[in-house]
């Protein structure tokens, strides 16, 4: 079956790094469009960055010239690089897969989740 399985959270004080990982399996990796999510407590599950088949990517505004989300697709891998981190990016994030190769069209595949925490 389609697993996606995160890694890479962690706890990271203010203006640090963190680079999340997804490891997709039992899927054709390269033909999908890819993505991470967040939830922080008590709001509802937004997008940060999709990546689609072809590598185009696009962001939530809040996360634009921090975050970089990329694949491998030689590795069935998608990652997101995050820079410059605050506190409001605390949150739970899961890696998803689209229904598609475009990032426009549904999730059908969540991950676990991966939680990260921004605080000094």
């Known amino acids: 079956q389609v697993q996606l399985v995160e890694s890479g959270g962690g706890l990271v004080q203010p203006g640090g790094s963190l680079r999340l990982s997804c490891a997709a399996s039992?899927?054709?990796?390269?033909?999908?469009?890819m993505g991470w999510y967040r939830q922080a407590p008590g709001k509802e599950r937004e997008l940060v960055a999709a990546?689609?088949?072809?590598?185009?990517?696009r962001y939530e505004d809040s996360v634009k010239g921090r975050f970089t989300i990329s694949r491998d697709n030689a590795k069935n891998m998608v990652y997101l690089q995050m820079d410059s981190l605050k506190p409001e990016d605390t949150a739970v994030y899961y890696c998803?897969?689209?229904?598609?190769?475009?990032?426009?069209?549904?999730?059908?595949?969540w991950g676990q989740g991966t939680q990260v925490t921004v605080s000094s």
């Open positions: 990546i689609n088949r072809g590598g185009s990517a």
């Open positions: 039992g899927m054709i990796f390269r033909v999908y469009a």
């Open positions: 998803s897969r689209y229904s598609t190769y475009d990032y426009n069209s549904g999730i059908d595949v």
